[in-house]
């Protein structure tokens, strides 16, 4: 079973940062590929940023210069910096592993979200 554990998020007032963090475990094989995406009220989920096993990252026209996506192959984490927040951040965030199973299984795998609001 694997498992994606989420930290970090909060309130923070327009300009500030915060720091998320995401924990995959249990039977992996290898993972492809970790992310952020978010979802605000009444809108669809979006990617927020995305990092491959080698270091590749893409990222949502929207954050690119505030925010910043890392990887720690060996501890099977990623963490999102997010600097100069804006309202429109607001979101539910959510950590998304692509990644093979113990089994051998590949698959999307979802934390349980984490809350950032943005006040302004």
């Known amino acids: 079973q694997v498992q994606l554990v989420e930290s970090g998020g909060g309130l923070v007032q327009a300009g500030g940062s915060l720091r998320l963090s995401c924990a995959a475990s249990?039977?992996?094989?290898?993972?492809?590929?970790m992310g952020w995406y978010r979802q605000a009220p009444g809108k669809q989920r979006e990617l927020v940023a995305r990092?491959?096993?080698?270091?590749?990252?893409n990222y949502a026209d929207s954050v690119k210069g505030r925010f910043a996506i890392s990887r720690d192959n060996a501890k099977n984490t990623v963490s999102l910096q997010m600097n100069s927040l804006k309202p429109e951040d607001t979101a539910v965030y959510y950590c998304?592993?692509?990644?093979?199973?113990?089994?051998?299984?590949?698959?999307?795998?979802w934390g349980q979200g984490t809350q950032v609001t943005v006040s302004s």
């Open positions: 998304n592993g692509d990644l093979v199973s113990g089994s051998y299984f590949r698959a999307d795998y």
């Open positions: 249990g039977s992996i094989f290898s993972i492809y590929a």
């Open positions: 990092i491959t096993g080698g270091g590749s990252t």
